[in-house]
């Protein structure tokens, strides 16, 4: 809910940030992607229009750079013993997908570049998103690009 709402997320209870969450995905359509082994859901990818995401304006993270209608990749959780074993490639996979099928004229993510801070990221690594195609678009703090992958090319 953070990329929905902004930082009264964290000063919500957690029981309305979840209630407020289920009518969103109630509502439809989707917010996002689900990555399974078998049964069991190790992941997840927040997906959807830049335009749904509140905070758009109120954040240097999702500052927009222009008036293309992209959709977001805004966040990530990848399940604890799945992490580093390539499930948020496969989310990024399966939003890419997903967002060409909406017709989406781009998509853009919004991560961490690990190589210049070793803090951990719940908005996913810079250097995945550029070995799936992704380009820099504009750094307005250095350790996080605005990255954006343009579907007509793919």
């Known amino acids: 809910m953070y990329w929905r709402i902004g930082a009264g997320y964290r000063r919500r209870p957690a029981s309305r940030n979840k209630a407020d969450f289920r009518r969103i995905v109630r509502r439809g359509p989707p917010p996002g992607l689900l990555a399974f082994d078998g049964d069991i859901a190790v992941g997840w990818c927040q997906l959807t229009p830049r335009a749904d ?7 240097w993270r999702l500052r927009r750079i222009d008036e293309v209608p992209v959709w977001s990749i805004s966040c ?18 399966g939003a890419i997908r997903a967002a060409k099928r909406a017709r989406a004229p ?11 801070t070793p803090s951990a990221s719940s908005t996913g690594f810079a250097s995945t998103f550029e070995r799936l195609g992704f380009k820099t678009l504009v750094r307005h703090v250095p350790t996080r690009p605005i990255m954006r992958l343009d579907l007509e090319d793919v």
């Open 53 to 59: 995401l509140a905070i758009v304006d109120r954040t």
């Open 76 to 93: 990530f959780y990848v399940r604890k013993g799945y992490r580093r074993g390539g499930v948020s490639a496969a989310l990024i996979n």
């Open 106 to 116: 781009a998509i853009e993510a919004y991560p961490l570049d690990a190589a210049l």
